[in-house]
Structure formats: structure tokens, C-alpha cells
């Protein structure tokens, strides 16, 4: 081949592969184009979708969410709200299912609202595991309104979140309460009253309730257990429920900062689900820790964290026996936070739950208990929404000391993916003077 033809086919190679590089970049940004004008255009009313309108002007900056689930922000905002130093259990997990079941039913500013909130990403799913692990969703509907309630709706939460939808008269509170404490393994009973079930206005019901039952994977023992000093926030004393254990276990870690003791300790493992229990002591006042507390401080008391094994003495620990229930008050808290069209019939938009135009949220209701014991931890929570309708966590040879004996705050939570199920304060534990009576100990 005549050297001038090989430079002119090299010159079409050249022309042809700068042609198809043109061709792909504008492609490129033709495609890029068409995505920006469809977030441009209106809102997407299909059920469980998220929306892409501009955020809400009237929703306080403070408490705007934009992330995914990962964003573990909201897991801590009502620890703060409502930082009112005394015994505290709630569960942002419960909250957040309850809450994106409401969301899937609302448009608007009405779901703008409800997601800035707690985010936009997927919740994760637990599948029950018998008297150790429950997770449940379901809605009831007043029987006189199966009619209004959208079958896309019941539908699409069976789909999502496995909810049972149920049919009831509503003349009183026994099924549903039935409900929640079969799913809460007996640990919250009675949650509703039956005048609250029975108010004509209220038309359906959503609700989320989950429990744990689950043993140490270091167990303490009992006869261990006596009387210790604990001291109170007001710089008092009490004889608390103490339970110790020396021991150099992988399965329990503590942390010693400048200002501020952790301790971890992992529940038995149930069908690849397994649980942490962490405590958290500041030095000084636990209110002010609470209230400056962020996500990034657990990241730093998990990046320093030892085993006990670490250490060639292993650890000294003693913590007290508490248990109690909270409540939380939902309906104040969420105006707060920035949910405030979704409580008024005039503001309100559930268009993609029910037929009428007059649908709002009349209450919320969440109630958690915990009992941290010598076997392992118990807790429960449920979280009630009403709609209504008017229309209708030292070397040294020695054991390192870890006693958690002032106020903490806790976190239980999925020891694989972090995912926290529980958290609270605990301002005064079980009194001895009470729980002694149950122990056979020779001092």
C-alpha cells in the first residue's frame, strides 16, 4: 500500500474516532439535561415515592433531614427535646417506621415536612425471631371507613413494610392493645384507652411496635449483685441495684476519655441478629453532654474502644439494674421539629391514603420500657399514629475499674449495622433497698 493511502486512511480513523467522542459527550449531556428538567417538573403523587420540591421555607433549619436512614441525627433528637434529667427509653426506630408509613400517605408540604424529618432512604428490615426479636407494623381501619382508605395504599404497606391490615368497630381499645403487646412480647400492655379508640373522629390507626428479649454473652451472675453508690445528678447518693463481673472477655469493651467512661457488651447472637448494649458516663453533667451529644462522639467512643481481653487484667465492672417505661409527647415534639401541617384539617394532605380531602393526624402516641438485668436486656416500644377525618461505649496488670456509677445516657443497638433500636438516660436505677429481697448474698 502507497504511503500517501495509509496516511489518508489513518486520517479517517482519526476523523471517526473524534466523531463517536463528540456523539457520546453530547449524549451525555442531553441525558444529564433531561434529568434536570424532569426534578424540575411537578411533584410525584405515587405512594412511596419521595418527592423533589424545594424544601419547606417554614420548617426550622435546625431540624431540616435531606439524608438517607444512615444519617443518624434523628435517633437522638428526642433524647434532647425532652432532656429533662430523668429516666428516659424511647426508640427512634419505631418512630421512623411509624412515621414513613405516614409519610407513603401524605403529598405536599405535608410530606415534605414529615420527610425533612427523618430522611429519605430505606428503613431496615428485621424478620421476627420467636420471644427473642420482634418487628411489626400494622393499620387499623374503623369499619365504617374501608371505603375511603385507597387499596393502592393498604397494598403498597403490606408490600413495604409487611403490615397487616386490619378492620375494626373501634368501640373499644382491646384488639388493638392485644396487638401491641403480642408483638411486644407482654412488655407493653394497655397502651390506648378505649375512649381514645372509640372518639368517633378517629378513623384509622397506624402503628409500629417491636420488642427484644435477648441474654448477655457474658452473663452476670446474681450472687454478685448487691448494694453500691450511685450518685445522683443533684450531687446526692443513693444504695443502687449494683451488678459486677471481673472478666477479660472479647465480648465486652470499655472506653476511659478525658471526659467521659464507655463501656459495650454484646447480646447473644439469634439467627445472625445480634445486639450492643453501650453506656456512656460523662464526668460532669449528663444533661449538658446530652444536649452538645452528636453522632460523631459514638464514632470516636467505637474508633477507641478495648476489649477487656486487651487489658492482662481484664476489667473490674459494676453497673446498675434499671428498669422503667417512658413516654414520649410525640405531638409537641414533632411541631417542634417541623411537622406541623399534617395536625390540621385545613393544612393537611393525605391524599394518597384516603379518598376524602379532611384527613389529619389527631395524636401520636410512643411508649418504650426496658429492663437491664443479670440475664440480658428486655425492651419494647410502640408508636400510635390516629388519623382523623371530621367528614367522615488502661493497660496494666490490674483489672481497669469501670464502674458506671453517676448518670449515663445508653444506646441499644444492631451490632452489625448500627442501626439503633433504643436510647435513653437513666438518672436513678433500681434502689436496693427495693430489688434486695431477690438476692442471696453474703456480704
Request: hydrophobic content about 35%.
Amino acid at each position: 500500500m502507497k504511503k500517501s493511502t495509509k496516511v489518508v486512511l489513518i486520517f479517517l480513523l482519526l476523523i471517526f474516532a473524534v466523531a463517536i467522542v463528540v456523539t457520546v459527550l453530547l449524549c451525555t449531556d442531553k441525558n444529564s439535561s433531561d434529568e434536570d428538567a424532569k426534578k424540575g417538573n411537578g411533584q410525584d403523587s405515587s405512594i412511596g415515592r419521595q418527592e423533589d420540591d424545594d424544601d419547606n421555607d417554614d420548617v426550622d433549619d435546625d431540624y431540616n433531614n435531606d439524608a438517607n436512614y444512615d444519617d443518624t441525627d434523628f435517633n437522638f433528637k428526642f433524647l434532647k427535646m425532652e432532656n429533662k434529667k430523668e429516666n428516659k427509653i424511647y426508640s427512634p426506630l419505631s418512630i421512623r417506621y411509624a412515621l414513613k408509613m405516614l409519610s407513603d400517605g401524605a403529598n405536599g408540604t405535608t410530606k415534605e415536612q414529615i420527610d425533612n424529618l427523618i430522611g429519605n432512604g430505606n428503613l431496615s428490615k428485621y424478620d421476627d425471631i420467636e420471644d427473642i426479636l420482634s418487628l411489626a407494623n400494622a393499620m387499623y381501619i374503623r369499619n365504617s371507613y374501608e371505603e375511603y382508605v385507597k387499596d393502592e395504599y393498604k397494598t403498597h404497606l403490606l408490600n413495604a413494610y409487611n403490615a397487616e391490615v386490619k378492620y375494626d368497630a373501634f368501640k373499644n381499645a382491646k384488639n388493638i392493645n392485644t396487638w401491641i403487646e403480642n408483638k411486644t412480647f407482654g412488655q407493653i400492655k394497655n397502651m390506648l384507652s378505649d375512649e381514645s379508640v372509640s372518639n368517633g373522629d378517629n378513623k384509622l390507626i397506624l402503628i409500629n411496635a417491636l420488642a427484644i428479649d435477648m441474654e448477655w454473652k457474658t452473663k452476670f451472675e446474681a450472687e454478685d449483685t448487691r448494694e453500691g453508690v450511685f450518685y445522683l445528678d443533684d450531687g446526692s447518693d443513693m444504695g443502687a441495684t449494683m451488678m459486677a463481673m471481673e472478666t477479660k472477655s472479647e465480648d465486652i469493651s470499655y472506653y476511659e476519655g478525658d471526659d467521659v467512661t464507655a463501656i459495650s457488651m454484646d447480646l447473644e447472637e439469634y439467627d445472625e441478629e445480634q445486639m450492643e448494649f453501650i453506656a456512656i458516663m460523662p464526668d460532669e453533667n449528663l444533661s449538658e453532654y446530652v444536649e452538645n451529644f452528636e453522632i460523631e462522639n459514638l464514632e470516636d467512643i467505637d474508633d477507641n474502644l478495648k476489649t477487656a481481653s486487651d487489658n492482662e487484667g481484664g476489667i473490674h465492672l459494676t453497673i446498675p439494674r434499671f428498669s422503667f417505661d417512658y413516654s414520649l409527647d410525640m405531638v409537641e415534639d414533632l411541631e417542634k421539629l417541623g411537622i406541623v401541617d399534617a395536625f390540621s384539617e385545613k393544612t393537611a394532605d393525605f391524599s394518597n391514603m384516603s379518598t376524602t380531602d379532611s384527613m389529619f393526624v389527631g395524636d401520636v402516641l410512643h411508649k418504650a420500657n426496658i429492663d437491664f438485668s443479670e440475664e440480658g436486656v428486655k425492651a419494647a416500644a410502640a408508636t400510635v399514629i390516629y388519623m382523623n377525618d371530621l367528614s367522615a461505649i488502661r493497660d496494666g496488670a490490674e483489672p481497669v475499674l469501670i464502674k458506671i456509677d453517676k448518670p449515663f445516657m445508653y444506646v441499644i443497638r444492631d451490632k452489625k449495622t448500627g442501626e439503633i433500636w433504643f436510647t435513653g438516660t437513666v438518672y436513678e436505677p433500681n434502689s436496693w433497698s427495693n430489688d434486695k429481697d431477690d438476692y442471696k448474698v453474703e456480704h
